[in-house]
């Protein structure tokens, strides 16, 4: 007697067709790391620029270029990787080709903000848009700066809706953790003050920072010897003036509030160093060094 033979059908990817909004640095990170760890069928890669698109797909990040209406009646999940400034258009332009299946979040810095635009621009469809925020970049940009590795044991804010269903909820989280993240659920307000004395208020720093620098009669000199500090403290400087642009236009009181506690510690620091007060100033500094100290060994970060 023959065995019978059985067919074992293919198991489905967890996401099977994904569509990517700018295929960036953030945006193809998500897709390589889908695609990596196996858990992506076909990726469409949507954005303004053509050459990004081809090179994204010469890198083999997306597999076809696609517009935002293929996108909508084509994809089971479409991830926004834009300036916030730009979800809004894309939210309303989406609306009406969106399948009733289909997932879409996005991955702004800031999310009050975008709750508000995508509940005008979604309308109903609202229940269909989980907001987002990974918590990792770095200062390259463009498709050739994708790494399958950048969400790796980091945090991903995710700030779900009223409207969103638990399925809906459980399947995003579970896309993120397969990039190798960890998901962190907050309430919009409070993801965007505490983002806006961690990251915001630290970018716009180092960018008046080395503003003043570069601005400087002697910046050429200057530029000469500065070392691994001037590295450091400006390296985030170098991110995109779009996307930090609409970051600190959405998230404003959040970080003008901040500011003023960022002068305060600042006028203490002065006034300490105006008196040439030792004991106050390396008070000053031996706080500051142990909490950061204390940071670094907490999250594993240098």
């Not at 990040?61 to 009646?73: N, S, W």
């Not at 809706?161 to 638990?166: A, C, Q, T, V």
Request: overall charge neutral.
């Amino acid at each position: 007697m023959t065995a019978a033979h059985t067919t074992v059908e293919p198991a489905r990817p967890l996401v099977p067709v994904l569509a990517v909004v700018g295929v960036g640095l953030i945006g193809g990170s998500f897709a390589a790391a889908l695609r990596a760890s196996g858990a992506v069928g076909k990726v469409l890669g949507v954005g303004r620029s053509a050459t990004s698109l081809s090179t994204a797909r010469e890198l083999g990040i997306i597999d076809e270029v696609a517009t935002l209406e293929r996108a909508g009646r084509e994809a089971d999940l479409i991830f926004l990787a834009t300036p916030v400034g730009a979800i809004a258009p894309m939210l309303a332009a989406l609306k009406p080709c969106l399948r009733d299946s289909t997932l879409i979040t996005d991955a702004g810095s800031t999310k009050a903000d975008v709750v508000a635009a995508a509940r005008e621009a979604l309308g109903e469809r609202i229940r269909q848009f989980i907001p987002g925020h990974p918590i990792a970049g770095a200062e390259k940009t463009g498709p050739e700066a994708a790494d399958p590795a950048l969400y790796r044991h980091r945090n991903v804010v995710l700030t779900p809706l009223p409207e969103n269903s638990g399925g809906d909820k459980a399947a995003l989280t579970k896309i993120w953790e397969r990039c190798g993240a960890k998901v962190i659920v907050m309430e919009p307000e409070a993801h965007d003050a505490a983002m806006a004395s961690v990251s915001h208020v630290p970018h716009f720093l180092s960018s008046v920072f080395m503003w003043q620098v570069a601005t400087a009669q002697d910046s050429d000199l200057r530029m000469r010897l500065a070392g691994s500090g001037f590295r450091d403290f400006t390296r985030i400087a170098a991110g995109s003036p779009e996307v930090w642009r609409d970051i600190f236009l959405t998230n404003r009181p959040a970080i003008l509030a901040e500011l003023q506690e960022v002068k305060a510690a600042l006028a203490r620091a002065e006034l300490a160093l105006q008196d040439a007060d030792g004991p106050d100033l390396q008070d000053f500094l031996e706080r500051a060094a142990l909490a950061r100290r204390f940071w670094g060994s907490r999250s594993g970060l240098s």
